[in-house]
T-cell receptor
């Protein structure tokens, strides 16, 4: 089946530790996105990538890093600089960043602090 | 940053009732999207609207793209218990230097009592 796969489903981080969230898509989409969702709030954009080997900061990029070495993959690293990392993280993709086509989402990773 | 005003924030209804929610914006969008999110999962696209004035249905769901391009509404008819979840509107701008950024509403939490 075509879709977006996020792993792991649940992740725990210790103080001072970097953790990496995986996002893989087999939809042949050019554009990929990472969002953060906090309770009672809408989704906020962390980073996005329009094409392989390119990515741009979103609205809340501080304390996060990404890479886009392959079209199918867009991993997100939550660094120790992110002081409030507990949240639900959602990855999305769309055909092209400059199209009017909708983004489709994975099932998310819930990150908690130990 | 730009925001969408989504209302109501929450709704408690009886099974069989109709539901209506809406989103308004201070700026124009090219595309309006409605997503549903269930606990612990990613948002799932319900309806996409691409043209001002467009009225689109998906089963018991009907959504409209406002004539001014600054608003949209979603109706659910004859609600059932599985309609429970959070409904998000999202506006999309595309073309030019835009990267297709989605702007989300805060969500409407729907509870359906059997």
């Amino acid at each position: 089946d075509g879709g977006i796969t996020q792993s792991p489903k649940y992740l725990f981080r210790k103080e001072g530790q970097n953790v990496t969230l995986s996002c893989e898509q087999n939809l042949n989409h050019d554009a990929m996105y990472w969002y953060r969702q906090d309770p009672g709030q809408g989704l906020r954009l962390i980073y996005y990538s329009q094409i392989v080997n390119d990515f741009q900061k979103g609205d809340i990029a501080e304390g996060y890093s990404v890479s886009r070495e392959k079209k199918e993959s867009f991993p997100l690293t939550v660094t120790s600089a992110q002081k409030n990392p507990t949240a639900f993280y959602l990855c999305a993709s769309s055909i092209r960043a400059d199209s009017n086509q909708p983004q489709h989402f994975g099932d998310g990773t819930r990150l908690s602090i130990l | 940053g730009q925001q969408l005003n989504q209302s109501p924030q929450s709704m408690f209804i009886q099974e069989g009732e109709d539901v209506s929610m809406n989103c308004t914006s201070s700026s124009i969008f090219n595309t309006w999207l409605w997503y549903k999110q269930e606990p612990g999962e990613g948002p799932v696209l319900l309806i996409a609207l691409y043209k001002a004035g467009e009225l689109t249905s998906n089963g018991r769901l009907t959504a409209q793209f406002g004539i001014t391009r600054k608003d949209s509404f979603l109706n659910i008819s004859a609600s059932i218990p599985s309609d429970v979840g959070i409904y998000f509107c999202a506006g999309l701008k595309a073309g030019g230097t835009s990267y297709g950024k989605l702007t989300f509403g805060q969500g409407t939490i729907l509870t359906v009592h059997p």
